[in-house]
Every structure is written in C-alpha cells, then in structure tokens.
C-alpha cells in the first residue's frame, strides 16, 4: 500500500504528503486495499520507531473505502480527525491496516 501525496504493509509514504492538511482521508495508491468499514489503521510517523515515547502516531477506524479505478487509486475515510500533534510533526509515516474479523 502506497500513500499518494494528493492526500505489503507496512506502507511507507514515497510521495511527499502534506500531513497538515489531512484530517480525516487520504488517497492511497491502487484499488486492492481490503479495506472496508470498520478496520482499523495506524499512522507511525518514521522517527517512532527509534523514540518509543514519540507522539507521532495516529489509531483511527475506517468509516469508508471507495476504490477510483480510472486513477488507480483509493480514498479512505476515518472516524476522527488526526491530532495537530501528529499532523505538525509527521515527516515519513508508515500506514498498518488492521482488518476487522467476523
């Protein structure tokens, strides 16, 4: 899973994503996400992973997924807009998707 900047996992952003300016969607590159309503996905920012106390990371529920199959790509809508914690401090980020179980 590739974020695009327009807004297997882990996915590691390649494309500069202005993390100021996402609230609560984001465009994720290719229509083969699985993600459904009701899962859950976790934003790490990259500096997290050296720095156990970082605050730099995000656990939100995907209310929607709606695959743009001309662009190759998907929008993904949460439950809550991402702290400006996260959002002022986020540089590379690591995208987990935690799918929900029957």
Request: net charge neutral; glycine share 6%.
């Amino acid at each position: 899973m590739r974020v695009i900047a327009d807004a297997d996992p882990p996915a590691i952003t390649t494309n500069p994503v202005a993390w100021t300016g996402v609230t609560t969607s984001l465009w994720l590159v290719g229509t083969a996400t699985g993600l459904k309503p009701g899962d859950a996905i976790l934003f790490v920012n990259i500096d997290r992973l050296g720095k156990p106390n970082s605050q730099l990371w995000e656990f939100r529920l995907v209310t929607a997924a709606t695959a743009d199959a001309v662009n190759g790509r998907t929008l993904i809508v949460w439950d809550e807009p991402l702290f400006d914690t996260f959002r002022n401090g986020a540089t590379i980020v690591q995208l987990y998707a935690l799918r929900k179980r029957a």
